[in-house]
């Protein structure tokens, strides 16, 4: 199995609340177990999934550590962004 990047381009127009989301389904943890990772509620996490609130500037580079993706990602969309695993289609082949 290969990994793939995200390109920096793909995420930049979206908000942090959409690479959030995106982030943490490329590292597949639950909105519950990423919200335990700052302590906070998972209802208060999927509130700035849903950008109807934002994370305090102490709690980014946390946030961003969590999803495995740089802070100027998670802010902007320019940078390391998620990682995903990209089926390989030739190696389920029968030889």
């Known amino acids: 199995m290969s990994i793939d990047?995200?390109?920096?381009?793909?995420?930049?127009?979206?908000?942090?609340?959409?690479?959030?989301?995106?982030?943490r389904d490329a590292v597949k943890i639950s909105i519950e177990?990423?919200?335990?990772?700052?302590c906070v509620a998972p209802?208060?996490?999927?509130?700035?999934?849903?950008?109807?609130?934002?994370?305090s500037a102490g709690d980014l580079e946390t946030i961003a550590e969590t999803l495995e993706v740089s802070l100027a990602w998670l802010l902007r969309g320019h940078g390391a962004g998620p990682i995903w695993p990209v089926a390989n289609d030739n190696a389920h082949r029968p030889g």
């Open 33 to 38: 177990a990423a919200a335990r990772s700052l």
């Open 5 to 23: 990047r995200l390109q920096p381009t793909d995420a930049e127009d979206d908000t942090m609340g959409g690479r959030m989301s995106l982030a």
């Open 43 to 55: 209802d208060i996490w999927a509130s700035w999934e849903n950008d109807r609130a934002a994370p």
